[in-house]
T-cell receptor, first 111, second 114 residues
């Protein structure tokens, strides 16, 4: 089984709809992250969490919210989706040092 | 300021040959880590190799090696004996010890030709 899983893998939605992307990990890491990837812009950090009670905004948090339900679960919500939130979304997990490990990604299209 | 620079948008390499992907970085923190990730067309981000700023030797993982030149702030990835499955986008990334996030370069697309 994959160490970091994301659901759904693909989603098409309409402007104004609420969307939740979910992430689970079995690597036992405390730190979890949400990134988005746009063509030509690389990955940008949306939110990060160092433990269940510690949630922080990243570079591009406007229009997004998160919830850390447990050490292993970190969800990302778009309260009212807009077309420029169309992107590939990644959840990642990691320790204090060393690499971050990414989930398979969620392709989100907002019409 | 751009922390990671990858100057090669795309490269072609013949199967079984080696290819070097360039990466330069910018930091004033003496403690940092450098990473390479592979992103195939299916979209997932796959961790390849890690180099710590205090590591004396270049990191190697199978056919991947990292040519770390600290004074030049360079962390090039070398893929030896290229295979068709190596065709993908490759990202260089850095994390300073006291930072919370990875900073990614723009990526290099590698196409392996049979």
């Amino acid at each position: 089984d994959a160490d970091v899983t994301q659901t759904p893998r693909n989603r098409i939605t309409k402007t104004g709809k609420r969307i939740m992307l979910e992430c689970s990990q079995t690597k036992g890491h405390d730190r979890m992250y949400w990134y988005r990837q746009d063509p030509g812009l690389g990955l940008r950090l949306i939110y990060y969490s160092f433990d269940v009670k510690d949630i922080n905004k990243g570079e591009i948090s406007d229009g997004y919210s998160v919830s850390r339900q447990a050490q292993a679960k970190f969800s990302l919500s778009l309260e009212s989706a807009i077309p420029n939130q169309t992107a590939l979304y990644f959840c990642a997990t990691g320790g204090l040092a060393g690499p971050q490990f990414f989930g398979p990604g969620t392709r989100l299209t907002v019409l | 300021a751009q922390k990671i620079t990858q100057t090669q948008p795309g490269m072609f390499v013949q199967e079984k040959e080696a290819v070097t992907l360039d990466c330069t970085y910018d930091t004033s923190d003496p403690s940092y880590g450098l990473f390479w990730y592979k992103q195939p067309s299916s979209g997932e981000m796959i961790f390849l190799i890690y180099q710590g700023s205090y590591d004396q030797q270049n990191a190697t993982e199978g056919r991947y090696s990292l040519n770390f030149q600290k004074a030049r702030k360079s962390a090039n990835l070398v893929i030896s004996a290229s295979q068709l499955g190596d065709s993908a986008m490759y990202f260089c990334a850095m994390r300073e010890l006291n930072d919370y996030k990875l900073s990614f370069g723009a990526g290099t697309t590698v196409t392996v030709r049979a």
